[in-house]
């Protein structure tokens, strides 16, 4: 029986995918598609001039027989695509069943396909078919398309430069073959290989072929499962971060997808640990019952919608942010990893070992032990590796440069940012101090007046609750001007007018809503910033050494708030390599 059906004429009007050809890469997108459907487990795409002279695609898949492929370029045949219900249950890419007589309708086509027991070619140009006789193919498909949009001048003027018509292209094979790594893609872009992955079935392997060892070198793997979604990938570390969303890669049952939400959910894992400006690289696969994912809402069937999102933003998030936290490293001062500080898989035994009570009685012990340095943490599994990571001393050996501490240990030598320390030991400070419950304030000896232009003043009296409610003593003191009586004791001594006017000017930045959470976290990394030593401001070696005490201390020691690093290290490996001591 042919494989492929002819669709009703309701279930085409259902789907109305709109213009699926608007650029090369669309019509690539379209044929490589077809060929992973075909179960190929080798795909060949050559371009000339990026897909603007030429766009061809070989596979190996399992081909069409005579009549399937002349169905094939009328409107509405579908081998994906049964009935109206299967809509609803669309676990193959997509339905390119319309996409081929709406390619071979602006552009010249010849189709060669072989499901081995017969050989078929099919020439076809805007829409009119010119051949149609036996061909000579081994088993699988080769579509060559040629002369796009030459009988639709208008739509020609769309297409973009030679340059941006390839990037396109090897943005999304990239992607394809991150989805789907047990194939075996080639590209190559006027007859030069751009990018070849080996079909591996691997995907740390697949991430290597594309984006280089540099970059899998960093890669962490996560997987995690609730009731509806499995996921599974890997994430880098923040130390190879990137400047646009472009490696935010997400698939749904090996589908491309885009979904703001859950890049929302990636980029909050990293709070902290990277800059608001940077975005990492992700691989991150997510399997699921067909049914909760809606791919009909945009023609290109990138942007989709989700059933429980929020639980699975839940659950990305959470993986995320554990795999970030039980990895965290010191960058290495060279790119080749070696030391690891924490020997995370070794304590994630022993705890997985343990029975509840034990978990529990350990957490006792320790929040006992660090009373006072521990800010919330969440499991034990958490706090056992913090514990490990405490154990490290750093000493001090000098200042460089007025901005960097080198300090040293039985591993080698480390450079802390002295300013991105600190920051990061009074951020947490300030945090556990906001988040606290009880608040305890000082009485000042000699009262702070603070002076506002009227409408500050009047603004800021919509706003006094929030001063009064973190432990402030403020009242109307004449013309545009507050009295501060008394203020929360976690205000820093000697700083108190200074941290004052720093936290009313980020009331009256308040717009409409009140978020608590984030006006703390906000406060927390401005007074953060303000009250640490600058660069090149000369510290003792005593004020040093305490200054890496409880940095270490910190719940996460390698990055300041706003996800710069705090310390880099040079371990004895990197050094005896860069000296030639050891050679490899
Ligand atoms: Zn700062
Ligand atoms: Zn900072």
């Known amino acids: 029986m042919s494989k492929i059906h002819v669709m009703s004429e309701t ?33 060949r795409i050559e371009l000339i001039k990026g897909g603007l002279e030429s766009i061809k695609v070989v596979d190996n898949g399992i081909g069409m027989d005579k009549e399937d492929a002349i169905l094939a370029f009328s409107r509405h045949a579908t081998s994906k695509i049964i009935r109206d219900d299967d809509l609803f249950f669309i676990n193959t890419m997509g339905f390119r069943g319309e996409a081929l007589p709406s390619i071979a309708s602006v552009a010249e086509v010849i189709l060669k396909t072989c499901d081995g027991a017969s050989s078929t070619l099919i020439h076809i140009k805007g829409g009119e078919l010119l051949e ?170 990138q942007d989709v919608k989700l059933s429980k999102i929020g639980e699975l933003c839940d659950l990305i998030y959470t993986t995320l ?65 913090n514990k490990e990571m405490k154990k490290m001393v750093l000493y001090p050996v000098g200042l460089a440069l007025g901005t960097y501490i080198i300090a040293q240990n039985e591993e080698g030598i480390y450079l802390i940012d002295q300013h991105a320390a600190q920051e990061r030991i009074n951020y947490e400070r300030y945090i556990k101090s906001l988040k606290n419950k009880t608040i305890t304030t000082t009485q000042l000896l000699i009262p702070i007046t603070i002076e506002l232009s009227s409408s500050d003043f009047l603004e800021l009296k919509n706003h006094l609750n929030i001063l009064t409610n973190m432990g402030f003593i403020i009242e109307e003191f004449g013309i545009n001007t507050y009295i501060i009586k008394a203020h929360p004791t976690w205000i820093l001594k000697d700083h108190e007018e200074e941290s004052i006017r720093k936290i009313i000017d980020l009331v009256l930045t308040i717009k409409d809503k009140f978020d608590p959470i ?3 976290d906000n406060l927390a990394k401005t007074l953060a910033c303000k009250m640490s030593i600058k660069a090149n401001m000369h510290i003792s070696n ?41 050679m490899n």
């Open 321 to 385: 942010k554990n795999t970030l936290y039980n990895n965290l490293l010191i960058p290495n001062a060279l790119k080749e990893e070696s030391v690891n500080i924490i020997k995370d898989s070794v304590i994630k035994e022993i705890v997985s070992n343990m029975t509840k009570d034990e978990k529990v009685q350990t957490q006792l012990n320790f929040v006992v032990e660090e009373k006072n340095n521990t800010p919330e943490l969440n499991t034990s599994e958490e706090l056992l590796i």
């Open 542 to 582: 005593i004020a040093a050494e305490e200054l890496l005490k409880e940095l270490i201390l910190c719940d996460n020691p390698y990055n300041c708030p706003h996800g710069r690093p705090t310390i880099i290290k040079l371990s004895i490996y990197d050094l005896e390599r860069m000296f030639k001591r050891v």
């Open 132 to 301: 149609n006789k036996s061909g000579d193919l081994r088993v699988g498909t080769s579509i060559i398309v040629t002369n796009l949009f030459y009988n639709t001048p208008a739509r020609l003027k769309y297409l973009k430069s030679e340059n941006t018509e390839s990037y396109n292209s090897i943005n999304l094979i990239e992607k394809l073959a991150l989805a789907h790594p047990n194939i075996k893609f080639t590209l190559t872009n006027n007859e030069k290989d751009v990018l070849k992955t080996s079909g591996s079935n691997n995907l740390l392997k697949a991430i290597h072929e594309i984006y280089g060892l540099n970059v899998s070198n960093k890669m962490l793997e996560f997987k995690a499962s609730n009731n509806d979604f499995d996921i599974y990938g890997f994430i880098c570390k923040p130390e190879i971060l990137r400047s646009n969303r472009n490696d935010l890669n997400t698939f749904i049952n090996d589908r491309v997808i885009r979904n703001s939400e859950i890049n929302k959910a990636i980029n909050d894992a990293y709070y902290t640990y990277k800059p608001d400006s940077k975005y990492p690289i992700i691989i991150l696969k997510i399997d699921t019952d067909p049914t909760l994912v809606d791919v009909n809402i945009h023609p290109t069937k």
């Open 518 to 520: 984030k006006f703390n």
């Open 11 to 43: 279930l085409a009007n259902k789907i109305s995918a709109g213009e699926v050809v608007e650029k090369c890469s669309s019509i690539v997108k379209e044929l490589v598609e077809n060929s992973i459907d075909a179960k190929a487990t080798e795909i």
